[in-house]
């Protein structure tokens, strides 16, 4: 089973942030948290991962609470290309995946 | 950029068949992986691999069998396919060698319908 939690789906306005939440609280130590997207018909794309740093990329900003049990990833200024489902994974290098958050721009 | 390419992007084919997809990497990846997803189940991981030849199930191994006879490619065989078995597949690999700081890399994806 997937270890982490998403909200099923979120709005954001064109040209807002998007902020996505993900909780994964039984995450052990060495495992990193991972965020992935999803266009339809195509296979997911890497984002953005962390350890317990918050990281940034040219795609989006990743914040990790310092108990680790939580994180958010960020979309600076959302556009209408960024609708996709958002998935956020946590693990080694056998990854499982939750049903994601579907993400929806709004002009 | 890492490349992992599917050899099918549509693949259509009877039940009792067996059928191979296949997918190769080009950077020298050392872990593959082989998911399905279906609608309101997401992605499941079927099998994957960290090296030549060595395999490990994932959580939905019922009806595949998997071989990796070369680095940079990875096949899914389903032995007798059955109509249950329709369903997107997704090859991923990963840098891997021990590192856990190993993000997935996907291909497109082969959209298998049987009949």
């Known amino acids: 089973d997937a270890k982490t939690t998403q909200p099923t789906s979120m709005d954001c306005a064109e040209g807002r942030a998007a902020n996505l939440p993900c909780n994964h609280s039984?995450?052990?130590?060495?495992?990193?948290v991972y965020w992935y997207r999803q266009i339809h018909s195509q296979g997911p794309q890497y984002i953005i991962h962390g350890l317990k740093n918050n990281e940034t990329n040219e795609m989006a900003s990743l914040i990790i609470t310092e108990d680790r049990k939580s994180s958010t990833l960020i979309l600076p200024h959302a556009t209408l290309r960024d609708t996709a489902v958002y998935y956020c994974?946590?693990?080694?290098?056998?990854?499982?995946f939750g049903a994601g958050t579907r993400l929806t721009v709004k002009p | 950029d890492v490349k992992v390419t599917q050899s099918s992007r549509y693949l259509v084919k009877r039940t009792g068949e067996k059928v191979f997809l296949e997918c190769v990497q080009d950077m020298d990846h050392e872990n593959m992986f082989w998911y399905r997803q279906d609608p309101g189940l997401g992605l499941r991981l079927i099998y994957f691999?960290?090296?030549?030849?060595?395999?490990e199930k994932g959580d939905i191994p019922e009806g595949y069998s998997v071989s990796r006879e070369k680095k940079e490619r990875f096949s899914l065989i389903l032995e007798s396919a059955s109509t249950n078995q329709t369903s997107m597949y997704l090859c991923?690999?990963?840098?891997?060698?021990?590192?856990?700081?190993?993000?997935?890399?996907f291909g497109n994806g082969t959209r298998l319908t049987v009949t």
């Open positions: 691999s960290y090296d030549v030849k060595m395999k």
């Open positions: 991923a690999s990963s840098l891997g060698g021990g590192l856990i700081n190993s993000p997935l890399h």
């Open positions: 039984t995450i052990s130590g060495n495992e990193y």
């Open positions: 994974i946590v693990g080694y290098y056998d990854m499982r």
